[in-house]
């Protein structure tokens, strides 16, 4: 078999140009594994699971020799019967990122285009560059998704589109209404993929996480997760719904055994637990308004949230560095968002009362040498 001459002239094996064009995701920081720490870095349920799901996860240990069930049959049923949806048009993922990245395998490649709204998850473009495809971004008005901006950033080679609403690390999300008023305005052919990440977070009266647009339209899909308020973020698993044929496609190309044993029975365990659910969206939102009045009497300006983490603008990029880098020092884990374009804000995960009583404390101190330090400069 003969080589070419650029082939010969590899001295390594090489990716696929469109890897390379990659920016790995970061995910936030974990701190020192032994050192008391308060870790609001993640969006992560810091109250925990659901004691059934623990349980459920600690009783399948026995059973770590066995493969799992490959399509997630109980699990899908649990979910279903929870959500009132089909099992038969669910498909379970290991978190719903895997998800994201099979939906853009399935359904786009080289040339075609997949669009994102301006401060979106960053896994978005990743999964569209490993299809090969180009991430398109859409603008944002006031950290929000405009539909008008989507629309207008559509082309013939838009092959999907990924929305998070609520999304992150905005916290802001779009009303059931103008969810439509995008899917009325796509062609059949473009994927609308609505990301729930946080939906069981929200009870605006104006909110659907698009579950029944799904249910009625080929060209939507629906993702959720097990790790924000259902706390298994450990365990990484996540659910999707969608049309018969779009689930056909992502289960001819995900991995036979994706969701293993123990993470299943814990999921069927905390979707079955809705009580516990309700008990962790309640105190989040008690938790919310309380550090938001803390915040704006310290001066600083969090943004409108619906879910359970607080962007807070300390209106310059110097300011969010050190807030941050203070913060850090006391042991307190928080986010830049540099990387989704807001370098002047930190994202600062909700945790339990005493938790976020320790993060305004440290604040107030931070605002305070802040303050002085401005004035002698």
Do not use: W
Not at 2 to 8: A, N
Not at 111 to 130: M, N
Not at 166 to 186: C, D, F, Q, V
Not at 191 to 196: S, T
């Amino acid at each position: 078999m003969s080589v070419s001459p650029s082939e010969s002239k590899m001295t390594r094996p090489q990716p696929r140009p469109s890897v390379l064009k990659i920016s790995p995701y970061i995910g936030g920081e974990r701190g020192v594994e032994g050192k008391k720490l308060i870790r609001l870095a993640s969006n992560e349920n810091t109250r925990g699971p659901s004691p059934r799901a623990v349980a459920a996860y600690q009783a399948r240990a026995g059973e770590l020799h066995r493969y799992p069930d490959g399509a997630a049959n109980a699990l899908r049923a649990a979910i279903g019967a929870v959500y009132h949806l089909e099992p038969e048009r669910l498909i379970c993922g290991n978190g719903s990122d895997e998800l994201l990245h099979l939906l853009a395998l399935a359904y786009a490649s080289e040339g075609d285009e997949v669009l994102y709204s301006q401060h979106g998850f960053l896994v978005y473009p990743i999964a569209a560059r490993l299809a090969g495809a180009t991430p398109i971004i859409a603008r944002e008005e006031n950290l929000t998704a405009s539909v008008d901006y989507i629309l207008a950033a559509l082309s013939p080679k838009t092959k999907i589109i990924y929305l998070a609403n609520p999304n992150n690390p905005t916290g802001t999300y779009l009303p059931k209404t103008e969810i439509a008023r995008l899917h009325r305005g796509l062609p059949p052919h473009v994927v609308l993929v609505l990301d729930a990440a946080y939906a069981e977070y929200v009870d605006q009266a104006d909110y659907d996480s698009g579950l029944d647009l799904a249910r009625t339209a080929e060209n939507v899909v629906v993702t959720h997760t097990f790790s924000k308020i259902y706390g298994l973020a450990g365990l990484r698993l996540g659910f999707a719904y969608a049309a018969p044929a779009v689930i056909d496609a992502l289960n001819r190309i995900r991995g036979p055994f994706n969701i293993n044993d123990a993470a299943s029975a814990a999921g069927i365990e905390a979707v079955q637990d809705q009580a516990y659910l309700a008990h962790i969206r309640q105190a989040v939102a008690a938790t919310r308004a309380g550090f938001t009045a803390q915040l704006r009497q310290l001066g600083l300006v969090p943004r409108p949230a619906i879910a359970n983490f607080l962007l807070v603008d300390f209106t310059s990029d110097s300011r969010a560095k050190a807030a941050f880098e203070h913060l850090k020092h006391q042991g307190i884990l928080t986010r830049l968002v540099t990387s989704y374009g807001l370098p002047s804000h930190l994202r600062i995960t909700l945790g339990t009362d005493e938790e976020m009583h320790e993060v305004s404390q440290c604040l107030a101190d931070f605002v305070s040498r802040f303050v002085d330090q401005s004035l002698h400069e």
